[in-house]
C-alpha cells in the first residue's frame, strides 16, 4: 500500500518538477528587482493595482504555487522513503 502512494506521489512530484520549469522559463525579467523594492520606485497606477490580472501575474501566481507544491511533495516523499 506504501509503495503505491509512493509511486503516486512521485509521479505527481515529477509533474509538478517539469511544470514549475515551464512556468520559470516563460516569466519576464523584472527590471526593477530589489532595488525597486527597496528604493519604492513602483508607481501607483492602474496597472500596479490590477497586474495580478494580467499574464505575468497569473504566470507569477502560478509559479508561486508550483513551488509551494513543491516543497509540499518533497516532505512527503521524504517522509514515504523512511516508511
Not at 512530484?13 to 523594492?37: E, F, P, W
Request: charged share 15%; net charge positive.
Amino acid at each position: 500500500m506504501v509503495v503505491v502512494i509512493r509511486n503516486i506521489v512521485l509521479v505527481i512530484y515529477a509533474i509538478v518538477c517539469i511544470a514549475l520549469i515551464i512556468l520559470a522559463t516563460m516569466q519576464t525579467k523584472d527590471a526593477n528587482g530589489a532595488s525597486g523594492t527597496i528604493t519604492g520606485s513602483s508607481t501607483n497606477n492602474f496597472y500596479e493595482k490590477n497586474k495580478g490580472r494580467t499574464k505575468e501575474g497569473m504566470l507569477k501566481r502560478s509559479t508561486i504555487i508550483c513551488g509551494v507544491a513543491f516543497v509540499v511533495l518533497a516532505i512527503a516523499l521524504s517522509i514515504l522513503f523512511v516508511m
